[in-house]
């Protein structure tokens, strides 16, 4: 390209013009790929090479405003600076460069001037000069695209978060959330260029929410992989994320519990949040009348994670968190009633003074008002209360009693028979695990009607629920008034014997089955009314087949009384 040559009217000396910003980037870049040749003092060279990209992308977002007195006198001292490194780059190219300690000192003088001009670009962006009005967008890089090409773009994503004004700053963050959420190949080059880290945590002291909010949701995003856990925690998220929980927006609190959330799930983590002071905050959000259901409900997964360390529960205990939680119980939001109920069950995990505490708080009447048909809850919430139910009272005998008179077993019941198939299925695992705790809980169920709807489940098309029918069965006529109840229903005893199909291939079943049926004989009605039955041929056939139950119920069928009656039968 011609230069054109500019004689001043009081001297004959030529003066060249003023570089342009492109002629600085063109630089730059070029100064950029001669580093990549270079084999020496390779440590010094990529911290050159890294204040060159970011100076790059920098002065990209400043195109169009050469004119500009304060970029001009930059891009001057930048093209200068370039002219020196070009000078040390090549004398590294061709090894001729005089001695390494004068070359390591000339390199850290370039590296101190590029800080400076960075520093400088800084200056002027945040002096309201460049505005995203003049910026120049890198477009993201398409599929497939090889990793360099990322790295440059999250290294320009990083400039402009780094000296870009407050709208630039959110457009980048806006940028490289998507690309975190989209591919996990940004993640990790991310965590690879350190300094990125550095800015997002830096971020979440801002005053500014929005921008304090996306740094928070994009360290949730890079939280959620265990490699860039210890990463973030070594990069001093921590600290900086419990004081957004203190006095953050409500969507940055939100997105701080998220990212605390995921790292305690690392419980080498959890001291270091309680030492910031992360545990009384996260109470404040869970208990403050202004707290939204989005706050409260990742803010009870960390105090979830929080509970296995004994010390820290302790200290929960005593300010208040049972109260806090039981009355959160009570919420009209499903998914904080979910996270309750779920809070309480560990926290009063093999606790009986915890336990207790529950109860003492009104923990049984929150969560059968749950289970009431015609609250407006959910099949999901209804679900979470059986099994907190079943987690925190079935131990005790004084709480299913008082589960009893607090009408427990007409709801538990009332969902076996009419509850939504994932309900129905939850209420019979609960109720078979009623069975198991004492024959004083199989005469309740038993008056309650309970057996009639186990034998509904045993033809059922899962597997799982025909077996757990049958245990809990099998559980409830080990008590000789249930056993006479079962009996007194003339079509129970054929239906049993009718299952017991040789061909069905699940021994636990059958197990369960015989098991019921050989109780039952212990009375000459059940005895009659199963060699009455017709199905006889189903019982020898499993004798047959060695079956050891099946022989035992034969012999229990072959008493003198019964040996006519039971003539063709196998006998062992």
């Not at 195109?63 to 093209?79: F, H, Q, T, W």
């Not at 090889?146 to 407050?166: A, E, N, S, W």
């Not at 949730?220 to 001093?236: E, I, N, P, R």
């Not at 987690?391 to 427990?408: E, K, Q, R, T």
Request: glycine content about 6%.
């Amino acid at each position: 390209m011609r230069r054109e040559i500019i004689f001043l009217q009081d001297s004959r000396k030529p003066i060249e013009p003023k570089p342009t910003l492109t002629q600085s980037i063109e630089s730059l870049s070029s100064l950029i790929s001669l580093t990549h040749s270079i084999r020496v003092f390779a440590v010094k060279w990529q911290l050159i090479r890294n204040k060159l990209e970011e100076l790059k992308s920098g002065l990209v977002s400043a195109e169009d405003l050469d004119e500009n007195p304060a970029v001009s006198g930059l891009i001057r001292a930048v093209m200068a600076t370039v002219a020196e490194s070009f000078d040390l780059a090549r004398s590294c190219v061709d090894l001729s460069y005089s001695g390494k300690l004068l070359m390591q000192s000339d390199l850290d003088i370039v590296l101190g001037k590029f800080d400076l001009h960075l520093k400088s670009l800084n200056e002027i962006y945040c002096s309201g000069m460049l505005t995203p009005g003049h910026a120049l967008i890198v477009s993201k890089p398409g599929i497939g695209a090889c990793k360099d090409d990322l790295r440059f773009y999250v290294k320009d994503l990083l400039t402009r978060m780094k000296i870009g004004d407050i709208d630039m700053k959110r457009q980048a963050l806006v940028s490289l959330l998507a690309v975190v959420r989209e591919e996990d190949k940004y993640v990790k080059i991310v965590v690879e260029i350190g300094e990125v880290l550095g800015v997002l945590v830096g971020f979440l002291d801002t005053p500014e929410p929005g921008i304090q909010e996306l740094s928070a949701k994009v360290i949730s995003v890079v939280a959620g992989f265990d490699l860039c856990k210890g990463t973030l925690v070594c990069s001093g998220v921590i600290a900086p994320l419990v004081r957004v929980l203190e006095c953050g927006s409500a969507a940055g609190k939100e997105w701080a519990a998220r990212c605390l959330n995921k790292l305690t799930q690392n419980a080498d983590n959890a001291w270091s949040v309680s030492a910031h002071g992360g545990v009384t905050a996260l109470l404040m959000i869970c208990s403050g009348e202004c707290s939204t259901a989005e706050m409260i409900g990742p803010s009870c997964g960390v105090l979830r994670n929080l509970v296995g360390v004994e010390e820290i529960k302790r200290f929960m205990v005593e300010e208040g968190v049972v109260s806090i939680f039981v009355k959160l119980v009570r919420s009209k939001d499903d998914m904080v009633q979910m996270n309750a109920m779920e809070f309480l069950q560990a926290i009063a995990s093999g606790d009986e003074i915890t336990r207790q505490m529950v109860i003492k708080e009104g923990g049984i009447c929150a969560l059968l008002k749950i289970l009431d048909p015609l609250s407006a809850q959910s099949n999901k919430s209804r679900e979470v209360a059986l099994r907190a139910i079943e987690n925190l009272f079935f131990s005790s005998a004084s709480c299913i009693n008082m589960l009893v008179n607090f009408g427990f077993l007409e709801l538990l019941v009332h969902y076996l028979r009419k509850g939504e198939a994932s309900v129905q299925e939850i209420a019979l695992k609960v109720a078979s695990r009623l069975c198991s705790t004492s024959a004083e809980a199989k005469k309740l169920l038993g008056v309650a009607g309970f057996m009639a709807e186990f034998v509904k489940f045993l033809d059922a098309k899962s597997f799982e629920v025909r077996e757990m029918a049958a245990e809990a069965l099998s559980s409830m006529v080990m008590v000789p008034k249930n056993r006479k109840r079962f009996v007194q229903e003339d079509q129970n005893i054929g239906f049993l014997l009718r299952l017991l199909d040789p061909e069905d291939g699940n021994p636990a079943y059958k197990k369960f089955l015989l098991s019921t049926l050989t109780a039952i004989t212990s009375c000459n009605s059940g005895r009659r009314k199963i060699v009455n039955s017709g199905y006889l041929k189903n019982i020898e056939k499993l004798a047959d087949a060695e079956v050891s139950d099946a022989k035992k119920l034969v012999r229990k069928l072959s008493t003198n009384r019964f040996k006519s009656m039971l003539s063709g039968m196998w006998h062992s």
